[in-house]
């Protein structure tokens, strides 16, 4: 069973930065996609960034140019450095990691979620 923890949620001011990790349990981080999500109160989950095994990151326009999404393979690790913080940005953020099970399904595990708040 993999297990994922998020840290490093918490407020910051308009224009601050924070680094979100999710550390994996389990011996398969390296050939999973890893996925950052976010939802804020009344919205839908969205979809913040994601990056593969081989270390291509993806982004949501909202976040573009502000948020940077990477791994640490040897600590089963994945980041979410985010800079430019806007009050928009507040959300549950939660990871998930994603794993082919075979060529035509995947399984996905989700972290228990971290709270960011941006406030002035």
């Known amino acids: 069973q993999v297990q994922l923890v998020e840290s490093g949620g918490g407020s910051v001011q308009p224009g601050g930065s924070l680094r979100l990790s999710c550390a994996a349990s389990g011996s398969i981080f390296s050939i999973s996609v890893m996925r950052w999500y976010r939802q804020a109160p009344g919205k839908q989950r969205e979809w913040v960034a994601e990056i593969g095994s081989g270390g291509v990151a993806n982004y949501g326009d909202s976040v573009k140019g502000r948020f940077t999404i990477s791994r640490d393979n040897a600590k089963n690790t994945v980041y979410l450095r985010m800079n430019s913080l806007k009050p928009e940005d507040t959300a549950v953020y939660y990871c998930?990691?994603?794993?082919?099970?075979?060529?035509?399904?995947?399984?996905?595990?989700w972290g228990q979620g971290i709270q960011v708040t941006v406030s002035s």
């Open positions: 998930s990691l994603q794993i082919p099970l075979n060529a035509y399904v995947s399984r996905d595990y």
